[in-house]
């Protein structure tokens, strides 16, 4: 058996052997005033003892700084919000910093409340927020107005007062619709996401720029409401492949969806993709594995969580180095549709 590699110390690690808490140190990381001689003595102590050698560069930014920065989301959305974990602690690990993890309830009166409470208790420096806390604008206005460095991660719309990191999503499921259209394919069929999330709306949108594109009008009989999950879009598919003139396509608002879609038209007797076509949007690994293997849009997902976190510790450097570069508040990463198996050119009926 080999031999196991052993984890570096952490200035976590170093605050609970001293009984200080993480930003008492910091300052005695940064050679701060405002720490007692024998609490100072206690934290060197610590260090010492657990061999701790501090991040340089991190160390040459003088200030307050607990080195946490949380994933605030309000949706357990299944592999993407794991997608996005993976990618926000890949940056953080390797910059130093440790990552927090907070589900709240985003629909709660208090939601702006809890996230201070969670912000000013824990010492935050920077926070992450995705769908759809992302875009609730009293969570929003109390960061701003705390001062509290923030990333969103594709929002409804680009704000002046945070940063943000998205694909272009109205384009992308244009494009995946245009692929169907392109195909000969005229009904449609639409399954919509949660109505709270930016990303409902962005890609009902593009579908329905795409149909216009071809002088089409979208058609609510096939337009259905679902829920980003794989539960929630069984029934919606059921209806809509029951309908007298059923979609010879279906675009599911993401993966998870998608393959609620397949698993109903096999249960029809349906051949895929002869008599249905279905797309996606993720690209998560799902995808992959379903039958037939599913025509999607490959959103980057741990990439722009890792572009987030880059963003949001060069903003927090900036802070304290105003005169080296500012980083780019808005950044827009590609998209691309991934061709499988799932869709075809519609059959005679």
Not at 18 to 37: C, D, F, L, P
Not at 209 to 214: Q, V
Not at 237 to 263: C, H, Q, W, Y
Request: glycine share 6%; net charge negative.
């Amino acid at each position: 058996m080999g031999k196991l590699v052993e984890r570096k110390p952490t200035i976590i690690d170093v605050a609970r052997v001293a009984g200080a808490s993480i930003k008492t140190v910091s300052r005695v990381m940064n050679n701060e005033r405002y720490v007692s001689a024998e609490t100072r003595e206690r934290v060197m102590k610590a260090m010492a003892e657990l061999k701790f050698q501090p991040n340089r560069s991190a160390q040459s930014l003088k200030g307050d700084r607990s080195y946490l920065i949380a994933h605030i989301y309000g949706d357990p959305g299944g592999p993407y919000t794991g997608e996005i974990q993976i990618g926000l602690l890949r940056h953080c690990r390797a910059e130093g910093y440790h990552l927090l993890i907070e589900e709240i309830d985003y629909s709660a009166a208090d939601v702006a409340e809890r996230v201070h409470n969670l912000v000013h208790q824990l010492s935050l420096d920077g926070v992450v927020l995705t769908a759809p806390v992302t875009d609730n604008d009293d969570v929003l206005q109390m960061l701003a107005e705390a001062d509290i460095p923030h990333v969103r991660i594709t929002p409804s719309v680009e704000r002046a007062d945070s940063a943000s990191v998205r694909i272009d999503e109205r384009a992308a499921a244009a494009d995946i619709t245009l692929h169907l259209l392109a195909f000969g394919h005229r009904r449609i069929g639409f399954i919509k996401g949660l109505p709270n999330h930016a990303g409902t709306d962005l890609r009902y949108g593009g579908y329905c720029d795409a149909l216009r594109e071809y002088g089409l009008e979208p058609d609510e009989e096939v337009v259905e409401q679902g829920g980003f999950t794989y539960r929630s879009s069984l029934a919606p598919a059921r209806r809509l492949l029951t309908l007298k003139n059923p979609p010879t396509a279906i675009f599911a608002s993401n993966d998870e969806m998608a393959a609620g879609v397949l698993s109903v038209a096999h249960d029809r007797g349906l051949s895929l993709p002869t008599d249905l076509s279905v797309v996606g949007f993720d690209d998560i690994q799902l995808s992959e594995m379903v039958w037939p293997p599913l025509t999607t849009v490959r959103q980057p997902i741990q990439d722009m969580a890792d572009a987030a976190a880059e963003l949001l510790i060069a903003m927090l450097a900036h802070r304290r180095q105003p005169d080296g570069p500012k980083p780019i508040p808005h950044r827009v990463l590609p998209h691309n549709v991934v061709i499988r198996r799932s869709t075809a050119p519609p059959s005679r009926r």
